[in-house]
């Protein structure tokens, strides 16, 4: 087996892995349960969906670890796909705004993991750490409400991982 | 034109529309004897974010652009500084064989 091979075995599974998550998310934030339990999902879906384009990208890479502007440059780029014209149309004129906004928006999920967050900012979905006032914090406490339902990039975001989802092939 | 050439110019002029700040594209292995054969596409624009290396994303074939394509976005001074370094770029994306189809100021 040749490593484009092995390498779309590794795609298609990050992507299935990466869809499961996904409604996984979903399930959980339509629950009363603190909202960090569902965006810990949301952070693995968008990693594991921007592995597998990445693994269909370049499919003689081994299977990488997501830099920090890695999953930024991910939505970028479903912006920047094939189907985004048949997708967007004549609204592409409206997108310039929404493509940068949503790419930081992306880089403000990947950094709730901690093995990001460590290096930027210690707020995270799994772990306690101590604030700037000394108090130490568990995930539970925090209501992440710059990431709730209310927020229109949010709900951006999400739709834009729906279509992601849906369109993702394993590039020959 | 080739029909390959042509398509992948709607793709670009797409891209020209939303952002100003895109200064070039380089497009890899576009003109080849199989049309599913994937095409490699590297933008250099303003508005990249900054990865320290060229990482390439694989998308579909759509009714406009028929073919699989790789498409890398790396930010202007990164690639300035970086493009000659060994490793930025992925195997067999050698500039000096490609296609460049966007070459102009930034806005």
Redesign the interface.
Known sequence: MTPPDINARWARAYHRQAASDFETYKQLAATELPRCHALHYLQMTTEKLAKAYRLAGEPDASPMTVRVHTLGNFVQLVFRSPKSIDRLGLRRFQVKYERRSLADFATAVSRLAPAVAEYLQPRNVEYPWEANDGAVLAPIDDAFADFGPSNRVMRNFLSLLSVAIEEFVVVP | MTDRRRQAQ??VD??L????TLVRVYAFHLLVDRD???AEFL?VSG??????RV???????????PF??????VPSDEFEERKDDPGYL??GWRLKDAEVLVARDAA
């Open positions: 709607m793709l797409a891209w529309r939303d952002d100003d599913d054969a994937p933008i508005s990249a974010l900054p990865t320290g990482e390439p994303f694989g998308f579909g074939p759509s009714s406009v652009v699989p394509t790789r498409i890398a976005e992925p195997a």
